[in-house]
């Protein structure tokens, strides 16, 4: 109701671009004011490492500064129509837009899907997960203390299941934006498609990292460690298939697993902690258990593979690395933890089969000096985004989604600007010829 009101008023969704565009800005300002208690408010809430959550709030007015940007040089179109018409097409919002979020990213997540979605006019309502809503709350004030008029951005707290069932379903919900697991995704399109509303999805992934015989191992080891551990494995673009070709695959193994054996589990808000605990009990058990299938399936533990039980408050579970076969769940499904399989491979052809060996299609890194290689591999991999020579790098600017199963539409740049607006076709004619169909003349008028 209240999302709506505010939209119907007018008072954001028909702003001047250019004051929309300074309260953006000033959002952004106000927000690198505040990093660091967010900052807090993320780690405590999430348990991951103080220091990730700092790195990652640094990079969060990014997305305001972009759309503040983008509203104000955005070009709309004037089409070729045929004979004396100017066709112009305009953008716009599509009224109030639903957001669904999950717990491993919370605010980059929902910055990512309400900056486009404000920028563009629209009046929004967003839940966040249940396990990790407080961040959200407090940003939405600081939004309206730096100008955003109250009832653009509404909140709505509550489990899936129940709240987030009740908000897909509400007829008046023009789009759903939603990040998570793809089997809810499946759940919540269904709902999208009672109501003809439009679905943009970000769902789960099974991303390979490809490391070619021409590497600089050390380097590339630093590298994809970052990719498969970070945030405890817990991302949708984690890097959890590590591909790696016969000629450097012992050495590679060895140094990897080396590394991935010295990562500082611990406290999140130790300053030294560069691993935290997984999200819960039920992601904990989730990760053991699939595990334990892989070692029951020929898996071979490289390190890891077992729940820490130390004397913190919190969910730990060991920096994994398993030997496996493509046909192993293990390689198939998302663990969404700290485990990562690896696999040998002989050539580009069979590097391309086992990374396009999966349901789903969301990153993908290629690690080559070679830079035939690099692009010959990056044309051939089903996946949304690609990286070579990184891993997990994020812009706004730059268009995020996936291949696949692991979702539709895409988050970031002008992709997600023009996912939430919708185009008005205006079509004028100027000709000074009249024409009248229905006169009982037999000239040649022809109206098309
Ligand atoms: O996610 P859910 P969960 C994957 C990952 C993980 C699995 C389950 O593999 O192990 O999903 O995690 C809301 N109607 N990812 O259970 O359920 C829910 O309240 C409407 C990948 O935590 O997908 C929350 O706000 N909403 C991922 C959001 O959906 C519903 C990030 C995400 O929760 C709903 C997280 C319903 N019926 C998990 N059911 C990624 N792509 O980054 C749940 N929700």
């Given at each position: 109701?209240v999302?709506?009101?505010?939209?119907?008023?007018?008072?954001?969704?028909?702003?001047d671009?250019?004051?929309?565009?300074?309260?953006?800005?000033?959002?952004?300002?106000?927000?690198?004011?505040?990093l660091n208690?967010?900052?807090f408010k993320?780690?405590?809430?999430?348990?991951?490492?103080?220091?990730?959550?700092e790195a990652?709030?640094?990079?969060?007015?990014?997305w305001f500064?972009y759309?503040a940007?983008l509203i104000?040089?955005?070009?709309?179109?004037?089409?070729?129509?045929?004979?004396?018409?100017?066709?112009?097409?305009k953008?716009?919002?599509?009224?109030?837009?639903a957001?669904?979020t999950?717990?491993?990213?919370?605010?980059?997540?929902?910055?990512?899907?309400?900056?486009?979605?404000?920028?563009a006019?629209?009046?929004?309502?967003?839940?966040?997960?249940e396990?990790a809503?407080?961040s959200?709350?407090?940003?939405?004030?600081l939004?309206?203390?730096?100008?955003?008029?109250?009832?653009?951005i509404?909140?709505?707290?509550g489990?899936?299941?129940?709240?987030?069932?009740?908000?897909?379903?509400?007829?008046?919900i023009?789009?759903?934006?939603?990040?998570g697991?793809?089997?809810?995704?499946?759940?919540?399109?269904?709902?999208?498609?009672?109501?003809?509303?439009?679905?943009?999805?970000?769902?789960?992934?099974?991303?390979?990292?490809?490391?070619?015989?021409?590497?600089?191992?050390?380097?590339?080891?630093n590298?994809?460690?970052?990719?498969s551990?970070?945030?405890?494995g817990?991302?949708?673009?984690?890097?959890?298939?590590?591909?790696?070709?016969?000629?450097?695959?012992?050495?590679?193994v060895d140094?990897?697993?080396e590394?991935?054996?010295?990562?500082?589990?611990?406290?999140?808000?130790?300053?030294?902690t560069?691993?935290?605990?997984?999200?819960?009990?039920?992601?904990?058990?989730?990760?053991?258990?699939?595990?334990?299938?892989?070692?029951?399936?020929?898996?071979?533990?490289l390190?890891g593979?077992n729940i820490?039980n130390?004397?913190?408050n919190?969910?730990?579970y060991?920096?994994?690395v398993?030997?496996?076969?493509?046909?192993?769940?293990?390689?198939?499904?998302?663990?969404?933890?700290?485990?990562?399989v690896?696999?040998?491979?002989?050539?580009?052809?069979?590097?391309?089969e086992?990374?396009?060996?999966?349901?789903?299609?969301?990153g993908?890194?290629?690690?080559?000096?070679?830079?035939?290689?690099?692009?010959r591999?990056?044309?051939?991999i089903?996946?949304?985004?690609?990286w070579i020579?990184?891993?997990?790098k994020?812009?706004?600017?730059?268009?995020?989604?996936?291949?696949?199963?692991?979702?539709?539409?895409r988050?970031?740049?002008i992709e997600?600007?023009?996912?939430?607006?919708?185009?008005?076709?205006?079509?004028?004619n100027?000709?000074?010829?009249?024409?009248?169909?229905?006169?009982?003349?037999?000239?040649?008028?022809?109206?098309?």
């Amino acid at each position: 109701g209240v999302a709506q009101n505010t939209y119907n008023t007018g008072i954001w969704s028909k702003m001047d671009i250019q004051e929309r565009s300074h309260i953006m800005n000033n959002i952004a300002y106000t927000l690198k004011n505040h990093l660091n208690i967010f900052a807090f408010k993320e780690s405590v809430q999430t348990g991951r490492p103080i220091k990730e959550m700092e790195a990652q709030m640094t990079r969060l007015p990014e997305w305001f500064e972009y759309y503040a940007s983008l509203i104000r040089s955005k070009v709309d179109t004037c089409l070729p129509f045929k004979g004396d018409f100017v066709n112009y097409v305009k953008r716009e919002p599509l009224g109030v837009v639903a957001q669904i979020t999950p717990w491993n990213h919370p605010l980059l997540i929902s910055i990512k899907k309400l900056a486009p979605a404000i920028a563009a006019g629209n009046s929004v309502v967003i839940k966040p997960s249940e396990l990790a809503p407080c961040s959200i709350l407090e940003f939405v004030k600081l939004c309206e203390s730096s100008g955003l008029p109250k009832g653009v951005i509404n909140v709505i707290t509550g489990y899936g299941p129940t709240t987030g069932k009740y908000l897909c379903n509400d007829s008046r919900i023009s789009k759903i934006d939603f990040t998570g697991g793809t089997d809810t995704g499946r759940i919540i399109g269904e709902m999208a498609g009672r109501n003809i509303t439009g679905m943009i999805s970000e769902l789960g992934g099974k991303s390979p990292m490809i490391v070619f015989d021409d590497v600089d191992i050390a380097d590339v080891v630093n590298g994809t460690v970052f990719g498969s551990f970070i945030a405890s494995g817990q991302t949708c673009i984690a890097g959890s298939r590590l591909l790696i070709q016969k000629g450097i695959y012992d050495k590679f193994v060895d140094k990897f697993v080396e590394k991935v054996k010295n990562i500082k589990v611990g406290d999140p808000l130790d300053n030294n902690t560069q691993m935290g605990p997984v999200i819960s009990e039920q992601q904990l058990n989730k990760i053991d258990q699939m595990v334990k299938n892989a070692k029951k399936e020929g898996a071979k533990v490289l390190c890891g593979g077992n729940i820490i039980n130390n004397q913190l408050n919190g969910y730990y579970y060991e920096p994994t690395v398993l030997e496996v076969e493509p046909h192993m769940e293990i390689f198939q499904e998302e663990v969404f933890g700290p485990v990562v399989v690896v696999h040998k491979f002989t050539d580009e052809k069979n590097a391309i089969e086992l990374a396009n060996n999966s349901e789903y299609g969301l990153g993908a890194s290629i690690w080559t000096n070679n830079i035939k290689i690099g692009h010959r591999i990056a044309d051939n991999i089903d996946a949304g985004i690609i990286w070579i020579n990184d891993h997990h790098k994020n812009d706004p600017c730059s268009p995020w989604g996936g291949f696949k199963n692991s979702g539709i539409g895409r988050e970031n740049g002008i992709e997600a600007f023009h996912e939430y607006t919708q185009t008005k076709s205006i079509i004028v004619n100027y000709s000074s010829n009249t024409t009248d169909w229905f006169s009982n003349s037999n000239s040649n008028v022809r109206y098309s």
